[in-house]
């Protein structure tokens, strides 16, 4: 899965939840759970896309561990929803899936980017001995 497509579904995450929070039961108790659910979720895409831009591989990694919490976080007030009565689990199923594989993606990135940090630096250590021989 490349960038795009990331970038493509963590935004149709975002207005899935925004469509959900508008058709909750207006209580206290829902809206503040929606107005929280609504930050992390749409903070999800915003930061993915920073992460895109990010200006070194630490940027990157530092970003995407963003990515990483906010997900988890819309998990949590997914199932706070749930677990509340606000609404049914079959309502939000595939919302809750897709936010738990968003984590798994932002995870497997960090990974991925810690890893090839670790294979790169033997291989500058190594370039710049050969440059100071020379």
Same mark, same amino acid.
């Given at each position: 899965?490349?960038?795009?497509e *990331? $970038?493509k579904?963590t $935004?149709a995450?975002?207005?899935?939840? *925004?469509?959900?929070a508008d058709d909750?039961? $207006?209580?206290?108790s829902?809206n +503040? *759970?929606? %107005?929280?659910l609504m930050?992390s #979720? !749409?903070? =999800?895409g &915003?930061?993915?896309?920073?992460a895109?831009? &990010?200006? @070194? ?10 990515v990483e /919490?906010?997900a988890d976080e819309? =998990?949590y007030w997914?199932?706070?929803?749930v677990d509340?009565g606000? +609404?049914?689990?079959?309502q +939000?199923s595939a919302?809750?899936?897709? #936010?738990r /594989?968003? +984590?798994?993606i &932002?995870v @497997?990135s *960090?990974k991925?980017?810690?890893?090839n &940090? =670790?294979? /790169?630096k033997?291989?500058?250590?190594t !370039?710049? %001995?050969?440059?100071?021989a020379?």
């Amino acid at each position: 899965m490349n960038a795009d497509e *990331i $970038k493509k579904r963590t $935004k149709a995450f975002a207005l899935q939840i *925004i469509r959900l929070a508008d058709d909750l039961p $207006k209580s206290r108790s829902a809206n +503040v *759970i929606a %107005n929280q659910l609504m930050r992390s #979720a !749409t903070s =999800v895409g &915003a930061n993915y896309r920073s992460a895109c831009r &990010a200006r @070194s591989r630490a940027d990157f990694i530092a970003k995407m561990g963003i990515v990483e /919490e906010e997900a988890d976080e819309s =998990v949590y007030w997914i199932e706070l929803l749930v677990d509340s009565g606000s +609404v049914g689990d079959d309502q +939000v199923s595939a919302m809750l899936a897709e #936010a738990r /594989e968003i +984590v798994s993606i &932002a995870v @497997s990135s *960090i990974k991925t980017a810690r890893r090839n &940090a =670790v294979a /790169e630096k033997p291989r500058q250590s190594t !370039t710049r %001995n050969q440059q100071s021989a020379l």
